[in-house]
């Protein structure tokens, strides 16, 4: 498979190409600001790009639609609560294939109310839900603290330990992770009750 992480933009997002092969079917997922070099990619590698995949509905998240968009024809694929104009609105459960690539949808509200995992080939696109040793902000416009503690601490953990985190920024000291070093790393994930995490996120 391929899978290449770009760092673009100013904030420090993670975009990804990821496509069966060189020449074969794929998705771009969450293009962000400063696209080009993922653009350059997608032409030196011949990637037929199906899919345009957000997280979530952040510009930083979905800067660079347009352009993938107009170079491939590629179609936008977001939760169904996103506000982005989304060619393909999905929920939580809906899969979706990109040539034989199979995407799975995790709804995980908390950053945003749309915000949602892509899980895919023994990886998973976290977005702003999940970072390596963090988690989100639930403090920005559409944040919701509680629906974050249902998808980190009820949705995410119950994911495959196996699975290869792919965050939408490079905050944490590598640029990806496992779901199982997540779970015994990150402090974030710490089991907690609701009110201690609500606690925790004031703090």
């Known amino acids: ?46 990637v037929r790009v199906r899919y345009i995949l957000n997280t979530h509905s952040h510009p930083d998240h979905t800067a660079g639609n347009r352009d993938v968009r107009e170079r491939t024809g590629a179609r936008v694929v977001a939760h169904r609560a996103a506000p982005i ?31 949602v995992l892509y ?10 839900t999940l970072f390596v040793g963090e988690c989100g902000r639930t403090d920005l416009p559409g944040g919701d603290p509680s629906a974050m503690y249902d998808s980190l601490l009820h949705r995410l953990v119950a994911l495959d330990d196996a699975l290869i985190v ?3 920024h490079d905050y944490g000291p590598t640029p990806t992770s496992t779901i199982a070093r997540e779970k015994r790393e990150n402090y974030t994930l710490r089991p907690r009750s609701r009110e201690e995490f609500l606690a925790f996120l004031r703090e």
């Open 85 to 115: 104009g989304q060619d393909v609105s999905v929920d939580d459960g809906d899969r979706f294939r990109a040539g034989p690539l199979e995407f799975e949808v995790v709804h995980t509200p908390g950053h945003t109310a749309d915000s």
């Open 119 to 128: 899980v895919f080939d023994g990886r998973v696109a976290t977005g702003d």
């Open 166 to 168: 792919l965050p939408g």
């Open 1 to 46: 498979m391929l899978l290449d992480q770009f760092r673009i933009g100013p904030a420090l997002n993670f975009t990804y190409l990821v496509a069966d092969r060189d020449g074969g079917d794929g998705v771009v997922i969450d293009p962000s600001y400063g696209i080009d070099p993922v653009l350059k990619a997608i032409d030196a590698r011949g």
